[in-house]
């Protein structure tokens, strides 16, 4: 009822700024400006029906896909509208006696609401599949002969209703990655949003990229469930046996705080990875112990974890892992990234956010993901695929 409220209240008084605004100086600027909001006006009140009236099973793509348009609307469209309400009308008080506005406070609010819109729709429409390949060279110290130039294709944070509508853009994606042509295909989780349903027919897409070694992942927190608002207890068990399930058949090795070898030449890799449950800041993290075998004598240990904040918990300085393989932060889908400068909110919550970060011989590399969560835009913080190749340091 209070969204309802807001979105009425908004609309008449954005109509009211724009009549108050051009009506009497040009009535050409009046009707473009009056159809512009009401075409938006239109896309806002299809969504809210849509989702209002929804009377389906909560997690499947469409319903998820209409969730986050409904959200990116709200933040491109009713947000710049509330703007412009608050200085517009801030003119009419400051000039309340004389019973006009300050054209100039007006515009001003106006500059802005089309700035924030445009930004917002440029980061929906490119900026959120603007993929970009990430190449990172690792040089480990001690790095056996047969793992020299070992190429590990690194993958985070699918969230598989971002490609509602979009599944042949994934598909691309994965053949970019068979392009690569990797040893191994590290997933390092959060498939889903909410539940297992979002993953629809996304499986057989998956299930094009392929390595030599093989493919592997963990589930990050959303796959447990957590943030379903309609899950019991009994729900999210099933949830966890249907993804692990639906995950091996997009042609994954599962690893639920469990330890495999994979063996290149004569060379031994020891993967481990572990799982993460919970949301922040009570993030719960698997039995690393159980990830790690005693008496372990790879050449090369690996570890896939969703949270990159574990790697200074328990990882670095702790154990004898050489890489450590993270997504979860997404950049925060906002931010500043170029070659010399990077900026996200996210750092004030993940000091290690995104690329490549090491202490003495061992390594931590964060992807910022390949989907989108509750908001369906990137800006200035486009998807990642990490190709990284390790070279004898």
């Not at 849509?50 to 491109?76: K, N, V």
């Not at 947000?79 to 608050?86: E, K, N």
């Amino acid at each position: 009822m209070l969204l309802f409220l807001i979105l009425i209240t908004s609309e008449f008084l954005t109509f009211a700024v724009i009549r108050q605004h051009f009506y009497d100086i040009s009535l050409t600027k009046f009707y473009i400006s009056s159809t512009f909001n009401f075409a938006l006006s239109i896309w806002v009140w299809i969504l809210f029906f849509e989702i209002s009236l929804y009377r389906g099973i909560f997690d499947t793509p469409q319903h998820i896909w209409l969730l986050m348009s409904f959200t990116g609307t709200l933040c491109a469209v009713v947000v710049p509208r509330i703007l412009l309400i608050l200085f517009h009308f801030t003119g009419k008080i400051v000039r309340r006696k004389s019973g006009i506005h300050i054209r100039s406070l007006t515009k001003t609010g106006l500059v802005v609401s089309l700035v924030i819109f445009a930004i917002i729709a440029f980061g929906t429409v490119a900026g959120r599949f603007n993929f970009r390949t990430e190449e990172i060279t690792i040089k480990v110290k001690g790095l056996h002969h047969d793992l020299e130039k070992l190429k590990i294709v690194h993958l985070s944070d699918l969230h598989l209703a971002s490609f509602h509508h979009h599944g042949h853009l994934l598909r691309d994606v994965m053949e970019r990655v068979n392009s690569y042509d990797p040893d191994l295909i590290i997933n390092s989780g959060d498939f889903v949003s909410y539940g297992w349903r979002e993953f629809g027919s996304m499986d057989t897409i998956l299930r094009i990229a392929k390595s030599r070694l093989g493919n592997f992942a963990v589930l990050g927190n959303h796959d447990f469930g957590t943030y379903h608002p309609f899950f019991t207890e009994a729900d999210r068990n099933n949830n966890v046996l249907v993804i692990n399930n639906m995950i091996s058949s997009s042609g994954y090795n599962v690893l639920n705080d469990e330890y495999t070898i994979v063996r290149k030449g004569s060379a031994a890799i020891g993967l481990s990875g572990v799982t993460t449950m919970g949301r922040f800041p009570d993030i719960v993290y698997g039995n690393l112990q159980d990830a790690l075998p005693m008496n372990d004598s790879s050449d090369l240990k690996i570890l896939i974890s969703h949270d990159p904040n574990q790697w200074e918990y328990e990882v670095n300085g702790k154990t004898d892992i050489n890489l450590t393989l993270a997504g979860h932060t997404h950049g925060m889908q906002m931010g500043i990234l170029t070659k010399k400068f990077k900026w996200s909110p996210s750092q004030y919550f993940y000091p290690r956010w995104n690329g490549l970060y090491s202490e003495g011989n061992q390594f931590l590399v964060v992807n910022r993901g390949l989907g989108v969560l509750a908001i369906p835009f990137r800006i200035w913080m486009p998807p990642e695929i990490t190709l990284i190749v390790l070279e004898a340091g």
